[in-house]
């Protein structure tokens, strides 16, 4: 009999584009042709309830809870309970419009007039000089937004107090040391949104029919979800088989003892997906091969009617119950597989065309995370760099550091746009090697690809402005990477490999070259003082005012189990409040910071001045000004970036652009235009002339000229035509500068004059 694998993604992750967990896997598994199907329930469960029925069911279940004349519901609720019709009338029109099928809508809605509105809309007097900045569709994004944010707040209130677009009972994923709350809410009845979501399972569990229902949970929010959906099949459906595995289990699940879990699932996976996946679909196909299986809870081992012995399967970093006990399995000898075996991800069977694009307008970068679709690739597995002491760099994940070949990334880039339809891609590396996306640039050129894409970095000098350049060319709109503390001291106890003022002048060569740039910011790492949480503030400042940073984000320090700080606390000066290991989830940790610096109180001070300084304003403000409880005065110098910027001796200006000065002989020439038009002229000067050539280029937005003599000049039409990007071979600056030298003198008198300096700023890269 053949097994069949169905994998989900549970309520809920992203509203715009599928989370790659499930794409990923049935990629994979159709290299060993094993028949997969796949669904995201969280963009399902949500196009049920963002419906005209989903609403009118939605209001009428309200109804019947809460009586609007003995004001047990706020205000808001109760302006949305009356304006229901509105909602119920506009609701399908406005999810089309979100899902890019109605844009004519735009224009309706715009006129503040179409949508009923709540208290999500009163942010609008505060937004109206945005606006003046976004064209009609985004700005009728943004008031789409704000309609389903109002509904949800009411579904929060009236309904269900666990819905969230991005996540559904996360309180009940994180830090759960014990499995007993989450146990608890199990054992209840299900709510509306688990009524939703257990009538579309059950659809689809009757429709394929599958052995191996394989679960994917990312984060904490599509926890109680997966269980919920587990619990159900188990129930109804108890010969279907059912494994967990994704990022929660893979950070969280490493130690797992609670026997109840297994009471839900009967496997649960850590790290790679691949080859613990296809163990446990040979293991289950042997099962199912033998007629007189019997499905019980020893699910590690076959029984055979015809034979007293038994025989052991091979698992891969399983969890599994034997004899009531858990017990952690990793028999297998096979090695994982590489990444240019594991396939191209598949997004077939996902509902492509129903997610929805929402615009919340604070943050640049949160837009890309909720607007618009994208495939999502992985160009390196692990991180190269491997050392931040904040990071899980003992965990697979992290620790495997394993490129993609550039050409194999481009075949699946290819293979994926042909699927999907869409040529936008999010690589979600832990920090992309930047020879890699060199090298990938470098192909996509080649192929002449039209492609969109994004990643995340280290912002290490390798990140030069030929390099962001050719980035740039080859469709990367946007980077994020770790400023982290903003403090030299902290970055190098975090073992970043990296400086504020090597970030500025990183940061500075992507937003020259048109490449959005946001920063993931810090505070509260071990032994930071106030002072220095203040002085990262005026980094962040001076680098939102000298235009080179578009976004960022505070994230406050979280230490976890498998970082060095969690491992080896006593070295960064931190304790942790026990040693304890819970039965369940193990990856948060409470600690003290032996400083006994309140971190929490800076919260609002520092996100409310990043607001500002991200919509370029308030750079006046003393910093004090942020906050209600002094603070010390910076120590930082007020020009400390603008210097830095300015101080940067690899470099040399030319016609207001920054080069790099990179004569390594190792270094990539590679030209990004065309083919000139040439012409030919004497110029004479008293009684000498020589014979001189013009070249014309013309580029997407403008044309230029230089002029040579006419020698030097055909030599440089020779070579600019072998370094083109279109051509397969990358040729050495000592290889240009041997050709050079074998008809000319002085190649570097040459290679700095302004002819050269010109097509510099056009286009000739020294990568």
């Not at 999502?376 to 002491?389: F, Q, R, V």
């Not at 996509?444 to 980035?471: G, P, Q, Y």
């Not at 503030?537 to 976890?560: D, I, K, N, P």
Request: with cysteine; net charge negative; hydrophobic share 40%.
């Amino acid at each position: 009999m053949k097994t069949k694998v169905f994998l989900i993604t549970p309520p809920f992750t992203q509203l715009n584009t599928p989370y790659p967990a499930t794409a990923y896997i049935k990629g994979f598994l159709n290299t060993k042709n094993i028949s997969a199907t796949q669904a995201d329930l969280g963009i399902e469960v949500i196009l049920k309830l963002f419906s005209k029925e989903g609403l009118k069911d939605l209001f009428q279940v309200s109804s019947s809870k809460f009586q609007v004349v003995d004001q047990k519901i706020s205000y808001n609720s109760t302006r949305i309970l009356t304006l229901q019709d509105e909602y119920i009338k506009t609701i399908d029109s406005v999810i089309a419009f979100l899902q890019g099928k109605n844009p004519t809508l735009a224009l309706q809605i715009c006129q503040e007039d179409y949508l009923p509105e709540a208290s999500r809309f009163a942010q609008l007097e505060e937004l109206d000089w945005a606006f003046g900045t976004m064209g009609t569709q985004d700005k009728a994004k943004h008031l789409a937004t704000l309609y389903l944010e109002d509904i949800s707040d009411f579904i929060v209130e009236c309904v269900d107090g666990n819905f969230g677009f991005s996540r559904y009972a996360e309180r009940l994923g994180r830090s759960a040391n014990s499995f007993d709350e989450l146990y608890e809410a199990l054992q209840k009845e299900p709510t509306y949104i688990d009524a939703i979501l257990i009538s579309i399972l059950k659809e689809r569990i009757e429709t394929i029919q599958p052995e191996l229902f394989l679960i994917s949970v990312p984060f904490p929010g599509n926890l109680y979800s997966a269980f919920r959906s587990a619990q159900y099949v188990k129930k109804h459906y108890p010969n279907i088989k059912i494994s967990m595995g994704g990022g929660f289990p893979n950070t969280e699940l490493r130690s797992l003892s609670d026997a109840r879990v297994f009471e839900f699932f009967d496997y649960i996976t850590l790290d790679d997906g691949e080859l613990p996946v296809e163990l446990l679909y040979s293991h289950i196909s042997h099962c199912y091969a033998n007629s007189s299986f019997a499905l019980g809870s020893d699910a590690g081992r076959i029984s055979f009617s015809n034979s007293v012995q038994t025989q052991e399967p091979n698992f891969k970093r399983t969890f599994l119950l034997e004899n009531g006990v858990v017990v952690y399995k990793n028999n297998s000898l096979k090695p994982d597989y590489k990444q240019s075996q594991v396939g191209t991800p598949d997004y077939s069977d996902l509902l492509l065309d129903k997610y929805i694009s929402v615009i919340e307008i604070v943050n640049p970068m949160h837009r890309m995370w909720s607007d618009g679709r994208w495939n999502k690739l992985t160009m390196a597995h692990g991180c190269y760099w491997g050392k931040c002491t904040f990071c899980d760099i003992s965990l697979d994940y992290i620790k495997f550091y394993e490129p993609i070949a550039a050409n194999l990334l481009c075949d699946r880039m290819e293979e994926m746009i042909s699927q999907t339809g869409q040529n936008g891609f999010h690589y979600v590396d832990e920090a992309a090697p930047p020879a890699l996306m060199r090298a990938l640039a470098l192909e996509i050129l080649r192929r002449k690809l039209s492609v969109t894409w994004w990643t995340n970095i280290r912002f290490e000098k390798s990140f030069s402005r030929d390099l962001c350049l050719l980035l740039k060319a080859s469709g990367c709109i946007a980077v994020s990477g770790g400023l982290e503390v903003a403090s030299d001291r902290l970055l190098q106890l975090i073992d970043k490999g990296v400086t504020v003022e090597q970030v500025a002048k990183v940061t500075r060569n992507f937003t020259e070259a048109g490449v959005m740039v946001h920063a993931y910011l810090m505070y509260g790492y071990p032994t930071q003082t106030v002072q220095e949480t203040i002085d990262s503030l005026e980094m962040v400042r001076q680098l939102f005012e000298a235009g080179v940073l578009q976004s960022g984000f505070w994230h406050q320090f979280a230490m976890t189990a498998h970082s060095p700080v969690g491992m080896y606390p006593e070295k960064f000066g931190v304790v942790k409040e026990t040693e304890s290991i819970g039965t369940f989830a193990n990856n948060d940790i409470n600690f003290k910071d032996k400083t006994g610096i309140d971190h929490d109180k800076f919260s609002f001070g520092l996100k409310k001045s990043l607001y500002n300084f991200m919509h370029g304003i308030c750079f006046d403000y003393e910093l004090q000004d942020w906050f209600d409880f002094k603070i010390p005065k910076t120590k930082i110098h007020p020009d400390f970036i603008v210097d830095a910027l300015e101080d940067d001796l690899d470099c040399f200006r030319h016609g207001g652009q920054v080069f790099s000065r990179n004569d390594k002989p190792t270094a990539k020439i590679v030209w990004l235009g065309g083919k000139p038009i040439l012409e030919h002229f004497i110029k004479s000067k008293k009684e000498n002339s020589w014979e001189m050539m013009t070249l014309t280029f013309h580029d997407k937005k403008e044309s230029f000229t230089i002029q040579t003599n006419k020698n030097e000049g055909e030599w440089l039409v020779e070579i600019l035509d072998k370094i083109a990007v279109s051509k397969e071979k990358t040729h050495t600056f000592l290889e240009i500068k041997t050709d050079f030298e074998t008809r000319f003198e002085n190649f570097e008198l040459f290679w700095y004059s302004k002819p050269i300096n010109t097509l510099r700023e056009f286009g000739l890269l020294v990568l």
